[in-house]
């Protein structure tokens, strides 16, 4: 069974730091992941993808200010969070992107979600 387990989150005031981790578990052959976010009243958005060679994808809102990255051997995404806006606030939620050992198609995995809340 596949999971997804988030860490990190909270409050911070703007132009603080926060990092997101985003564990998942199970017999895995591959996985992308990235991370999503909705604020109040608006769309899901993708904030950054990273694929299982490292490409990265970013929501134009967030080049510069954030890092995604991940280790492979732990099946973790991070997302390093700087120069946090009251906008960035929302709950971010871990995505995934899985082929399970002894599938050949991936399936997709959702965290729970976690709250980010930027004080001006």
């Known amino acids: 069974q596949v999971q997804l387990v988030e860490s990190g989150g909270g409050l911070v005031q703007a132009g603080g730091s926060l990092k997101l981790s985003c564990a998942a578990s199970g017999s895995i052959l591959s996985i992308n992941m990235g991370w999503y976010r909705q604020a109040p009243g608006k769309q899901r958005e993708l904030v950054a993808a990273?694929?299982?060679?490292?490409?990265?994808t970013y929501a134009d809102s967030v080049k510069g200010r954030f890092t995604i990255s991940r280790d492979n051997v732990k099946n973790t995404v991070y997302l390093q969070m700087n120069s946090l806006k009251p906008e960035d606030t929302a709950v971010y939620s871990c995505?995934?992107?899985?082929?399970?050992?002894?599938?050949?198609?991936?399936?997709?995995?959702w965290g729970k979600g976690t709250l980010v809340t930027i004080s001006s």
């Open positions: 995505h995934a992107l899985i082929t399970p050992t002894g599938y050949s198609y991936g399936m997709h995995y």
């Open positions: 990273i694929t299982t060679g490292s490409s990265t």
